[in-house]
Structure formats: structure tokens, C-alpha cells
């Protein structure tokens, strides 16, 4: 599970198994997962509305370079 980014104490990740799904970013131990076209939070596992509000927005910033990275590992 390639490492994106690191903000803080949150950890950007996707899995390498999932290049048949849409593109998406996560963030470990208390899961969030989130499609990255039109970026829309898909699930999540122990986030507060609060972290989950703060998540949305750090994932909108910076979703040119989780773009990248998942195109970049699946070769799109």
C-alpha cells in the first residue's frame, strides 16, 4: 500500500490491489476512503465529523497529487 502523502498524523494511502476501482485515497487505522473524482468521502471507520471535515479538505488540496500517484503506480 503505497504511502502518498503524510500531513500531521494522517497518512494518504491507496492500495495496490484496487486498480479496478475508481481512484481513491485512504488513511490508516481509523479508515476514511475517498473518491478522488469529485471528491466525495466513500466510507469511514472511528472519525469524528470534525476530522472528517478537516480529511475532506486536505484530500481537495491535495488531489492533484493523489491523482498522480494512483496514475502513476497503474500506469493510466
Known amino acids: 500500500m503505497p504511502t502518498v502523502l503524510r500531513i500531521g498524523a494522517f497518512r494518504f ?6 486498480n479496478g476501482e475508481p481512484a481513491d ?5 481509523m479508515l476514511a476512503k475517498f473518491w478522488l473524482r469529485l471528491i466525495v468521502l466513500a466510507s469511514s471507520t472511528r472519525f469524528s465529523p470534525h ?7 486536505l484530500v481537495k488540496e491535495n488531489e492533484e497529487i493523489f491523482l498522480e500517484a494512483w496514475n502513476e503506480y497503474f500506469s493510466i
Open 13 to 18: 494511502f491507496f492500495y495496490s490491489n484496487e
Open 25 to 29: 485515497i485512504q488513511r490508516d487505522r
Open 51 to 57: 476530522n472528517l471535515r478537516k480529511l475532506t479538505s
